[in-house]
């Protein structure tokens, strides 16, 4: 039988015990009791500065006798290391790898140390740790930079030659500091080069030439040092020399003798001459002084002065050609400097004679305001001139303004005479400045002027003018009595009463009314007003003329015409008319329910007093019992049978018609038609004689009214029959002729036939409303109020067709048809 033990052993092996017959395999159990050990405590390395990010600098290796966990072991910075080593290197914790993270510059860190530690990953983990040191080796990465020292930038022009003038060194040293420098070309300096003690090169800059400021007073040069480094780099330093100036150049004049003209009577304060002296040097050393020399008479320093800074000379005292023809001057200038050099230049002024007395104006008379229908060649004023000069100086000529109405006309010796020549508006200019300029021949000439004002007095020439000669005035109607309807304004450009208008409507009668009943005018602004509200459909235009008159004397006046148009309002509601109601709004008809699909029922007319646009009237049905039997046209207003008549349809059908005008909003009227269908035909007018009717609504009638519409009535059919007899005595055309507007009976498939005849001189409209039934022409006539139907009928014969030729038989039916209406009018009058 085997037996095992586990022993703790330092070395992590299994050690086999044989005693006897029996194998004892004893295992020992590893215990971390071995720290991780590196090669080294100390590691050096050496890489290039600037070496690339990602770079193996090394990698450590660590060993541990443990084994399983006790041997993996972790890398990692201890806190000795700085945070800039850690900025510049990273640690791979698991393989030990030192890569390079940052920038490793030589200049700003020569070597770098890290401090590591390995620690295993044991349950009482031991650590081992090391140092690696890495050298940065130098690279020729930088130029090398020159130090000025001891500059001098400012020389004065007299240094002597040999001065140092300043030192240039470089920091580095070794193989990559300067080896040696260069100067820009220059011909008053140059470099010396010396070497120090360690190695290091300097240069002293020297001045080899005299400096002149005049010529150049600034020196700008460029030092140049070059490393020994490979490549070479090399760096620039630039040094700029100011020369300061000393007192070495005299001032100078432009000339060394002037001669100058000037005029007598020279105004005191002229600028004579500007001298203008030079001096090569700079600073107080060219701040020139100017003075007069001892040579310079009092006289002449009375009569000019000299300005001590700018050198001009102005006129001082009164210069007079009689008195002193020249005068002589010598003028010194004088520097500022330390040692003040001086120039000097002799002038010499000669005065002149010159045209010194101006022209004299004298106004003798003037006239001012004058009316401005002022009679041309009228003299407004007489001028006189003068100049005391003589010869061609004493020699003056007279103007005024070309662009005005007035001319000058000499009398006499140096006398003129203003008078008008152009005719003269005060509207289109109330004023003149006239300026009149006296000029003598002298050279230079001189001149004066004088200015007087003429004012132009107002007369009443200018009608009242309208900016328009035809106003058209919309008015909407029911208009408030007073509303303001527009503005009429006229412009007067006169003056004063001539400019004040006023107002007048031109009477004029329309209808027995005259028109200042209707409109009303502000006489003081031409604000037009109505007076009354209008009615559309009474009064549409009114044309009359408003007068503006202003108050001058004579009086003047214009007249504008102003045309007013009424515009229409939606403010009538359609009117019903056809079929016509005796009593409500409720119409009761019969038909035979044997009628045919498409035949007419009723025709629905309404009639609207607005104008055009809001009297166009449309139909629609508001109720209907069935909605497939019957149709209505929206324009014409008929009713027709969609389709004829069943067993299912109800004997009794009720229609709502509405008549909707077009205004905004829209008006509208209804009518109620109570449809009944019956199995036969209407009865004649002779069965329904019987009927009682009611006579009774003419019984609060007048007379006359009566005998009036019956007269009326009476021309009415007349006129009719007489149409009909000369259409019938017309030549038959080769085709129907197509019937007329008014025509009794028209060609229907279902043999309905339908006329309106309106009479304007009755209140109430007439509709006649032609069917065929069985061959028979019925007429139906609404009647006054309290009246009943009155249905007469006429036997329908072949002369009523369009397929009838003869024009007999349309006269007989004419001729019938005037009967029988003639039969209706007397039943009425009875």
Known sequence: MDHSLCLVRS?????????GTANIIVRVQDTNDNPPRFDKQIYTINMTEN????????????????????????????????????????????TGEITVKGTTDYEDMKFYEMHIEARDKGAHPLLGQCKVVVHVTDMNDNYPEITIQSV?????????????IANAVDPDVGSNSVKTYHLSESEHFNIEVQTGRDGSKFADLILTKALDREKQALHNLILTAVDGGTPARSGTASV??????????????????YNIKIMENAPIGKVVMHLNATDLDDGTNADLTYSYSLYTSEKTQE?????????????????????LKIYDMEVIATDQGANSLSGQCTIKILVEDMNDNHPEISIK???????????????????????????????????????????????????????????????????????????????????????????????????????????????????????????????????????YLVYFILEKEIANTSMSMLFSINPENGNLYALKTFDYEIEREFLFHIEARDSGSPPLSSNVTVHIIIVDQNDNAPVIVSPWRAHGSVVEEKIPRSTDKGSLVAKVIALDTDSVHNSRIT?????????????????????????????????????????????????????????????TAVKAYSDMTEVPLEYDIFSDLNLYLVIGLGSVSFLLLITILVTIVLKCQKPKPSKAAPTSRNSV???????????????????????????????????????????????SSIPRGTGLTDTSDSAASTLQVGIQCTHHLLHLFFINIK
Not at 11 to 19: D, G, I
Not at 52 to 61: E, H, I, Q, R, S
Not at 240 to 257: G, M, R, S, W
Not at 662 to 678: C, E, H, Q, R
């Open 11 to 19: 070395m992590a092996q299994c050690v086999p015990v044989r005693s």
């Open 51 to 94: 070496s690339p990010t990602g770079a193996l600098v090394m990698k450590l290796n660590a060993t541990d006798l443990d084994e399983g966990l006790n041997s993996e072991i972790v890398y990692s910075f201890t806190l000795y290391t700085s945070e800039k080593t850690q900025d510049a290197f990273a640690l791979n914790p698991n």
């Open 152 to 164: 001098k930038n400012t020389l004065d022009e007299n240094i002597p030659v040999g001065s140092v």
């Open 240 to 257: 700029i020399v100011h020369v300061l100036d000393t007192n070495d150049n005299a001032p100078k004049f432009d000339e060394q003798n």
């Open 303 to 323: 009569t000019f002065n000299l300005n001590s800074v700018t050198g001009e000379i102005t006129v001082k005292g009164m210069l007079n050609f009689e008195d």
């Open 365 to 499: 008379s003037f006239q001012s305001p004058v009316n401005e229908n002022i009679e041309l060649d009228t003299v407004i004023a007489v001028v006189s001139v003068s100049d005391k000069d003589s010869g061609d100086n004493g020699v003056v000529d007279l103007h005024i303004p070309h662009n005005m109405p007035f001319k000058l006309r000499e009398s006499s010796d140096n006398y003129y005479q203003l008078v008008v020549s152009q005719p003269l508006d005060r509207e289109k200019v109330p004023e003149y400045d006239i300026t009149f300029t006296v000029t003598d021949r002298g050279s230079p000439p001189l001149s004066d002027n004088e200015t007087m004002t003429l004012e132009l007095l107002d007369v009443n020439d200018n009608v009242p003018q309208f900016p328009q000669s035809f106003y058209t005035i919309r008015v909407m109607e029911n208009n408030a009595p007073g509303a303001l309807l527009s503005s009429l304004t006229a412009f007067d450009p006169d003056l004063h009463e001539n400019q």
């Open 619 to 679: 139909y629609q049905f508001l109720q209907v019992t069935d909605a497939t039997l019957f149709s209505l046209d929206q324009y014409n207003g008929e009713i027709r049978t969609m389709r004829m008549f069943s067993y299912r349809d109800p004997r009794h059908q009720r229609l709502v018609v509405v008549a909707k005008d077009n205004g905004d909003p829209a008006l509208s009227a209804t009518v109620t038609i109570k449809l009944s269908t019956v199995e």
């Open 745 to 791: 009976i028209s060609e229907r498939n279902s043999t309905v036939a339908d006329s309106t005849l309106v009479s304007n001189d009755a209140y109430w409209y007439s509709l006649f409303l032609a069917e065929t039934r069985k061959g028979k022409l019925v007429v139906r006539q609404p009647v006054p109020k309290g009246s009943r139907y009155i249905v």
